[in-house]
């Protein structure tokens, strides 16, 4: 039986593109802390293609007090963005989802179906605060997962509570939470801390996938450079399902942990 999702435009276009897919990027121009401008988009995007990305799902920020985006103006800048690329032949197939911060709005609106999930809204990219896991979140993600929305969480690597070991999400991990890796932790671009971090939860098998969270054409050579490194450390293999396979099964529902 195929669900409503499975005849999604946007996520169609997505998995038939071959090469990675990208489930973490800020191209959209003026929302947040990414672009700000069309060509800057325009030019992220056309690197990351040219590094091997085949697909990208834009991710702007919802949060509260300091990025006040609401699902249909997003999806609107999306739109217009989308529209002013026409068929230019260096850009990979596009996406829209959102990067919400876990506080009482975002679960206000995730209540109310205001939120934005990757596209066949299967799942959706939630972020932690910098310096605490919130409480009560094991109950919410519950509330995720009877909903049918598989939480994706956002650069584990660069929480303080998860430093020193991963203890502090071993439940969420138990309840299916998946661990996305930002790439350029491993090349340094968040400091040492972060980038230990993520080497030893990828020494744990912590993660499910990986992405680029690129917020500006020049973040491009460090994704390559977080990309060799990944392989260097799990083997190709591996780092080809963590960029390629395993996002596109988060995107059909298909998660096997």
């Known amino acids: 039986m195929h669900s409503a999702a499975d005849s999604d435009p946007e996520l169609q276009a997505i998995l038939a593109r071959p090469g990675y897919v990208d489930l973490h990027s800020h191209y959209i121009p003026a929302v947040d802390d990414g672009v700000h401008t069309r060509q800057e988009g325009v030019e992220l995007c056309r690197g990351l293609s040219g590094i091997g990305f085949g697909a990208i799902v834009a991710t702007p920020h919802m949060r509260t007090a300091m990025f006040d985006n609401e699902r249909i103006e997003l999806q609107a800048h999306f739109a217009r963005f989308q529209a002013a690329c026409g068929r230019d032949e260096g850009m990979p197939a596009l996406g829209l989802a959102a990067e919400h911060f876990c506080d009482d709005v975002f679960w206000a609106r995730f209540e109310r179906g205001q939120v934005l999930p990757y596209p066949g809204e299967r799942a959706a990219l939630i972020e932690l605060p910098v310096d605490a896991i919130p409480l009560g979140l094991e109950e919410r993600v519950f509330r995720m997962n009877l909903k049918g929305v598989r939480p994706v969480l956002a650069h584990p690597e660069r929480y303080a509570p998860l430093y020193s070991r991963t ?14 890796l930002d790439v350029m932790s491993l090349e340094g671009k968040y400091g040492r801390r972060p980038r230990k971090a993520a080497e030893r939860m990828l020494a744990e098998g912590v993660y499910y996938a990986a992405c680029s969270d690129a917020h500006k054409p020049s973040d491009v050579a460090r994704v390559a450079e977080g990309i060799a490194r990944l392989r260097k450390r799990v083997g190709e293999a591996e780092a080809e399902a963590m960029l390629d396979e395993r996002p596109r099964r988060i995107l059909r529902g298909e998660v096997d942990r």
């Open 167 to 180: 203890g502090a999400i071993e439940r969420l991990l138990q309840q299916g939470v998946l661990p996305l």
